[in-house]
């Protein structure tokens, strides 16, 4: 199974942005949906946002609407997910996945390394 690998994370303050990146190879990319998901220390792996093979949909968790945007770069093979207005809270270790279908949003479970991003208060 394809691992996407991400990067892009780091350390900000409260209100700052970040922009996470995620590549795959290019057969498993231009067909898939893709989602970024992020675990909390002491918390199960969520859902952060979604979007289809065509880059024409997307779907966000209530937790960071209005606040991220996922979108992806077929000429690059990556997603980003670019984040504002961080927030204490958004501190995980942010993943990217296949997923099995847009509408699902549920990952293959095949993991990359992540990338950690830290905001303080």
């Known amino acids: 199974q394809v691992q996407p690998v991400e990067s892009g994370g780091g350390l900000v303050q409260a209100g700052g942005s970040l922009r996470l990146s995620c590549a795959a190879s290019?057969?498993?990319?231009?067909?898939?949906?893709m989602g970024w998901f992020r675990q909390a220390p002491g918390k199960e792996r969520e859902s952060v946002a979604r979007?289809?093979?065509?880059?024409?949909?997307?779907y966000y968790a209530d937790s960071v609407k209005g606040r991220f945007t996922i979108s992806r770069d077929k000429s690059k093979n990556t997603v980003y997910l670019q984040m504002n207005n961080l927030k204490p809270e958004d501190t995980a270790v942010y993943y990217c996945?296949?997923?099995?279908?847009?509408?699902?949003?549920?990952?293959?479970?095949?993991w990359g390394q992540g990338t950690q991003v830290n905001v303080s208060s």
């Open positions: 979007i289809n093979r065509d880059g024409d949909a997307t």
């Open positions: 290019g057969q498993t990319f231009s067909s898939a949906a």
């Open positions: 996945s296949v997923l099995q279908g847009y509408y699902s949003g549920r990952p293959f479970g095949s």
